[in-house]
């Protein structure tokens, strides 16, 4: 709930309302799937939990064996203190190393993985996401507090050596930076503004990597939170409107020239590109209506085209309450999605082949949200 900035007074009640706690422990469920043998050997997902509840949590599905691990930080790493912390927000590896960025406890755990044991944890005020070239990691961060202020920072973006794992150097960004791409030389960091309501930030910052400066900004749409990069050297962003008058949409744009190509008129919650597809859905709030918009796409990244307007069967349409997270395996084109629910209770996973239809549904944790795939 908290990737809608504009939601944080709403979660603060929610935390003080909260009345089913959970307490989470490590719990196998074998026999989910039939084993595959590919060169991905699983995926983990990280469980934001809900804010406040200290209750991020990291799963892992192994291939090899069809079998689903929930909760698997804890076991793995007994000794630490209040475990993962609040509010998963991004999931990553690079090399042997994975990073979990966990907003709210303002640090990134850094761990290995394959065994998904901690190795170090980084600390950085409100940290959003990261991103990774030539033996380091970039980081977005808000750069103060989790709070809606018409005075919030600008946010920065810092480079973390993966060997010493500390952080080398800082660039001041746009406001509430979110989500980035690297394109050649150049790292773009998607600025939202979330904080400053209703005087969102709309541009998407260009930082060059050899200097560590700031040379340009792109004006896109107002409150921009994910971006994606195809490979052509297009950027997708999408806006998450002012859930007011102004609609969620995505946006094409041309990372040499800093053009905006096209606004495809569509709400993007979140998205992924795997072979040359962007899968997408929105989850879209307005609060003229009080009431929230579910859509489900595909655009061919090739022709920059939507496809199709649907992933899955209408049936799981239906079913999934609050659709939060997406991803595609790059082998198999199997489809995960993910449904928070009502933000409190546990949440669900879903597995569809690349033609949509259901293979299987498991419990994540609160908020199940982040994927990434593990390669043996």
């Not at 094409?252 to 606004?263: E, N, P, R, W």
């Amino acid at each position: 709930m908290k990737k809608i900035n504009f939601f944080l007074l709403i979660l603060l009640c929610l935390m003080s309302c909260r009345t089913d706690e959970i307490i989470v422990r490590p719990e196998v469920e074998e026999g989910l799937a039939t084993p595959e043998n590919t060169a991905i050997k699983g995926f983990y997902l990280l469980n934001e939990g809900n804010m406040g509840s200290n209750k991020a949590t990291l799963d892992f599905f192994d291939y090899t064996t069809g079998t689903y691990h929930r909760n698997i930080y804890a076991d793995i790493n007994p000794d630490v203190v209040k475990e993962l912390g609040d509010v998963g927000n991004d999931i990553k590896i690079y090399g042997s190393k994975m990073y979990a960025v966990i907003n709210v406890s303002n640090k990134i755990e850094v761990l290995d993985a394959k065994t998904a044991k901690r190795i170090k944890t980084i600390n950085l005020e409100n940290c959003r996401y990261v991103t990774f070239k030539d033996g380091k990691v970039y980081a977005s961060s808000y750069a103060g507090p989790v709070v809606l202020n018409p005075n919030a920072p600008l946010g920065k973006v810092a480079e973390i050596d993966t060997v010493s794992l500390s952080i080398k150097r800082e660039v001041v960004v746009g406001y509430q930076p979110e989500e980035m791409q690297i394109i050649g030389n150049n790292l773009y960091v998607a600025n939202s503004g979330g904080y400053r309501f209703p005087n969102y930030d709309r541009t998407v910052s260009v930082v060059d990597l050899n200097t560590f400066t700031e040379t340009k900004k792109i004006d896109v749409a107002i409150n921009l939170h994910h971006i994606a990069k195809d490979d052509d050297g297009d950027l997708y962003v999408s806006s998450r409107g002012d859930y007011y008058n102004v609609p969620s949409s995505l946006f094409l744009v041309d990372a040499a020239t800093g053009t905006v190509k096209k606004d495809f008129k569509i709400a993007v919650s979140e998205m992924t590109i795997v072979n040359g597809k962007l899968h997408y859905y929105g989850n879209e709030f307005n609060y003229n209506t009080h009431a929230y918009t579910k859509s489900f796409g595909i655009i061919d990244v090739k022709t920059e085209q939507v496809i199709s307007n649907k992933i899955i069967d209408q049936e799981y349409v239906d079913a999934i309450k609050t659709p939060y997270g997406i991803a595609v395996n790059p082998i198999t084109e199997d489809i995960y999605m993910t449904d928070a629910r009502n933000y409190v209770s546990t949440g669900f996973v879903y597995c569809f082949d690349k033609n949509g239809k259901f293979k299987w549904k498991i419990e994540g944790g609160n908020i199940p949200a982040h994927f990434v795939f593990l390669y043996k």
